[in-house]
Structures are given as structure tokens and as C-alpha cells.
């Protein structure tokens, strides 16, 4: 196998990161980064190493995802597939569901019932297809929960009905972690996996579990596109910024210059004050002579 063609990146969200946690972080995404690439070195799926990458994300206590309500969706190029799940409680890892949906749906109708596989579950309908499919639950959602979100979660309420200044060293980020994987038969896949927003509503679902919002992996005129998105949801939904991303067919620069522009421009986001949302694209041609982050 030519090692050279596997491509893996990773990222743990967009904001503000502390200088405090900054070699920890770099360490998280070291080990993710690892532990995707052996995957694929032992000719796994690029959705394989995908999940292998996020799961290791949703697993540590420096990044929030994971926590309770959970989204994550994954999408890969061949089959042009996309599954996701969206506000769960219950599932272990709510990539490994994700990435259960997409390979059900990629499949396409029962062949002798012809009932269509879902591309998004949400709440308990989620959580019962993933105990029926061999993905990891646990009632107790006390696993999901860990000291430094209770930690985040009451600084957020501090901040929120007071007039407290955030600290410098503080993280301000948002929870959305995601990565994008090339094996070597050439197939992109990308992914996303969100513990939701401090504060957020109850049975809200974000861009991690939205078509076109918070991944997008393609294989298009010789060209392989992923993207990975964070930033506040409800404004990368209304642009459906990864597909609007990945297709962009201009040089890749320019192509993250184009979005942008229109992400800052845009009208459908005027109601907002502020626009906040970050990505990783990569793109490479199919031949694998080239390839771009």
C-alpha cells in the first residue's frame, strides 16, 4: 500500500483556545490524528478512520464533545452516502451511531420490503436503532458528563446573567469536533460530533447532524473534497456551509476566501449580530497528485 495517498485532519473546534491547554491540545490532536492514520494503514475505510479519529475526541475530557445532547453525522464519497444522529443521550460515541446510519443508508431500499433506511435519527428513536445495531448505550448518562463541563456550565450561566468579564485564559469555544479521512482506494469521508452548546435548549439539533451543514465528502471532476465544520449552528445551517464549501471548484484558497465573504455578507444571517464559524477543507485530485488543506 502507498502510505503517501492516506490523508487524515482534525479539528476540535471553533473559538478561542487557551495558551493554558495549548500543549495538551496539540497532544489530543496528535493522538487523533494517529489513531486514524493506523486505521487506515490497515486498509480500513476512510469512515473507519473518521470515527476512529472523533471517537478519541468525544472520549477526552479537554474537548466537550460527548456531552449531553449529543449530534454527529458523518458523510463519504463512495457510496455517496451521509448518515447522522441528533439529540441523544444514551449512545457512547455518537459518531459510531452516525456512521452505523450512513452505511445502512448507503446501501439503499430493502430489497424485499423496500423500506428506505433513515439518514437522520433523533432522541429515542436514535438511541433504540443504535442498541439494535451493536452501537454502544448506557442509561446512565452520568459517564457522559464530566467534572469540567459542570464546571463550563455554571460559568456559562455566571456569564450569562452577569456582568462578569470572561478571563483571558478562559476556553471560549464551541463544541463541535470533526475530521476528514482519504484511504487508499480513494474515498474522502468527513465527519462532525457536537455535546451541544452550554445553555442550549432542550431537543435542539445542530449543523453536526444537518445535510450539507456540518460535513460534506465528495468525488467530483477528478477531485476529491472534504470539509468539517464548527462554529454556531444556526448560522452555518442557513448557508449550508460545508457543502457550499467543498463546492466551491475555484483554487482551494480562493474557494475558502468565496465562502466566507458570503458567510460574512449574507442576508439570510442578518438577525445576527456577530457570525462566528471555522472549517477544515481538503482537497486532492483523484489521480493523487495533488492535494491541498
Same mark, same amino acid.
Given at each position: ?90 449512545? !457512547? ?133 472534504? !470539509? ?66
Amino acid at each position: 500500500m502507498d502510505h503517501g495517498s492516506l490523508v487524515v485532519a482534525v479539528h476540535i473546534g471553533a473559538g478561542y483556545h487557551s495558551t493554558l491547554k495549548e500543549k495538551a491540545y496539540k497532544s489530543l490532536i496528535k493522538k487523533a490524528c494517529l489513531a486514524a492514520m493506523q486505521c487506515l494503514k490497515q486498509s480500513s475505510s476512510a469512515g473507519d478512520a473518521v470515527e476512529r479519529a472523533i471517537q478519541t475526541l468525544e472520549d477526552s475530557r479537554l474537548t466537550n464533545a460527548g456531552q449531553v445532547e449529543c449530534d454527529a453525522s458523518m458523510m463519504c464519497s463512495n457510496p455517496d452516502a451521509f448518515g447522522a444522529v441528533g439529540a441523544v443521550t444514551t449512545i !457512547c460515541n455518537p459518531i459510531q451511531a452516525a456512521h452505523a446510519v450512513m452505511k445502512a443508508q448507503g446501501i439503499g431500499p430493502d430489497p424485499q420490503n423496500g423500506l428506505v433506511p433513515p439518514m437522520l435519527l433523533v432522541g429515542h428513536g436514535a438511541e433504540q436503532w443504535a442498541e439494535a445495531n451493536n452501537v454502544a448505550t448506557s442509561n446512565d448518562i452520568r459517564h457522559l458528563i464530566t467534572p469540567e463541563a459542570l464546571d463550563k456550565y455554571a460559568r456559562y450561566m455566571d456569564q450569562a446573567f452577569s456582568t462578569h468579564p470572561t478571563q483571558p485564559d478562559d476556553d471560549i469555544l464551541l463544541d463541535t469536533v470533526g475530521a476528514v479521512c482519504i484511504d487508499s482506494t480513494g474515498v474522502v469521508a468527513a465527519g462532525v460530533s457536537s455535546g451541544g452548546i452550554a445553555l442550549k435548549y432542550p431537543g435542539r439539533v445542530g449543523e453536526a447532524a444537518m445535510f450539507g451543514c456540518g460535513c460534506w465528502a465528495q468525488a467530483q471532476n477528478a477531485q476529491l473534497s472534504g !470539509c468539517s465544520v464548527s462554529g454556531t449552528g444556526e448560522q452555518i445551517s442557513r448557508l449550508l456551509l460545508a457543502k457550499l464549501c467543498a463546492q466551491k471548484t475555484s483554487d482551494i484558497f480562493a474557494g475558502l476566501d468565496e465562502t466566507f465573504a458570503e458567510f460574512c455578507t449574507s442576508s439570510a444571517l442578518s438577525m445576527y449580530v456577530e457570525r462566528n464559524a471555522g472549517l477544515i477543507l481538503l482537497r486532492k485530485t483523484e489521480n493523487g497528485s495533488t492535494g491541498k488543506l
